[in-house]
């Protein structure tokens, strides 16, 4: 099998990589084991360049270990390559923390408070026949440790977004997103397990004023008139069996710019459905809400908005895998192959959002000079 190299891609294109890679990482490949046992050529650059023709390109395990052989950077089979996949997950895992942190150095309140994120994305396997899986994560913030990995298929019941489906000790703080948002879901880290929870929402959520009359959220938002205003009022949510969690409703009004966008997004969902559009719905694109029950002495709402945007930053990086990463051959051997793959993605995502960053904005010529 002789496939044809892109040796600029392989070369040439790896200079401007490796320009904006965070400082040591070559260092951090030997001190995370990544080369342990490697016989031949112990070098991270190489090893690096082999992971992201797999990662980036989403060729197969057998077609990269080809390609690295015929572009002299590599030679192993596709079993060790799986082998050296798994080696990596921890250096990929410190290194694409180091980017996120270096991205977003003061994006971390003062709490030394580990905080999960929970999200969930559907991914296509690549073929015609190719099958549609959800993956469902866990990770831990700031160290970015993926603590929980679940594929399920996207149809059948119990494989949708459940708060329910995540382990969650009591005294946790756990952040997820409006899919996440239900009644039952926040019973359950809230009353069930104990723990805290930052979901956004929307304003079909049945929440209460202390008194038990309803909580009309479009009034309370209409207080926000003006770009960066925010506002907190207490909450409660409860279920049909009596069961209720007290929280805060925390909403920010966006800039002008992102309420145009937002409600350019509703209109086109709408339209694409055959919907009328709700003028309830063009009122609430303008504020981004959220609830929780983070202790409110420890935790202002502007404190709970900015741990919002930390989780909002790690989905954008997700969000970024179809159009930047591509998902490319998922490796469902294991769940510490899929790990490794899981924080290679992360790694490519931030990689190549500095590359565009630093091209546009910082040097004309596009990638930095080493130092």
């Not at 994120?117 to 700031?142: C, M, N």
């Not at 039952?184 to 929307?202: D, F, P, Q």
């Not at 900015?306 to 990086?317: D, G, K, T």
Request: charged content about 25%; some cysteine; aromatic content about 10%.
């Amino acid at each position: 099998m002789k496939i044809a190299v892109d040796r600029k891609f392989v070369f040439e294109d790896w200079k401007v990589l490796v320009s904006v890679f965070p400082p040591g990482w070559r260092e951090l490949a030997q001190k995370t084991g990544a080369l342990k046992g490697l016989r031949k050529n112990k070098s991270a650059e190489n090893l690096m360049r082999t992971l992201l023709l797999h990662i980036a390109c989403g060729y197969s395990l057998r077609e990269t270990a080809v390609r690295a052989k015929e572009a002299g950077i590599a030679e192993l089979s596709d079993v060790a390559l799986l082998k050296r996949l798994k080696k990596s997950s921890r250096w990929l895992q410190e290194l694409a923390n180091q980017m996120l942190f270096e991205n977003n150095p003061s994006m971390f309140p003062k709490f030394d408070i580990q905080m999960r994120v929970f999200d969930a994305s559907v991914i296509h396997e690549p073929g015609k026949t190719g099958s549609q899986w959800r993956l469902h994560y866990g990770l831990r913030l700031p160290s970015l440790e993926c603590d929980y990995f679940e594929l399920t298929p996207t149809d059948g019941a119990g494989n949708g977004e459940a708060l329910y489906r995540y382990p969650i000790n009591a005294g946790e703080y756990v952040i997820a997103d409006r899919g996440y948002c239900t009644t039952a879901g926040i019973l359950y880290v809230a009353a069930e397990k104990n723990a805290y929870v930052l979901v956004r929402c929307s304003s079909n959520r049945p929440f209460t004023n202390p008194d038990g009359s309803p909580f009309v959220l479009l009034d309370h938002l209409a207080l926000l008139d003006q770009t960066g205003t925010t506002g907190s009022w207490p909450v409660s949510i409860r279920n049909d069996k009596g069961s209720e969690v007290h929280g805060r409703i925390c909403a920010i009004r966006k800039s002008e710019t992102a309420i145009a966008e937002s409600q350019k997004r509703a209109k086109d969902r709408a339209a694409r459905k055959q919907q009328k559009i709700k003028p309830e719905t063009l009122e609430i694109a303008k504020y981004v809400v959220v609830f929780t029950n983070f202790p409110e002495q420890r935790f202002t709402a502007e404190d709970v908005l900015n741990w919002y945007r930390v989780r909002w930053q790690v989905e954008l990086v997700f969000k970024r895998f179809k159009s930047i990463a591509q998902i490319g051959h998922l490796p469902k051997h294991d769940q510490e192959s899929s790990k490794a793959w899981l924080f290679g993605k992360l790694f490519l995502a931030l990689t190549t959002e500095r590359v565009i960053r630093l091209a546009s904005d910082f040097s004309p010529w596009g990638y930095l000079l080493p130092i």
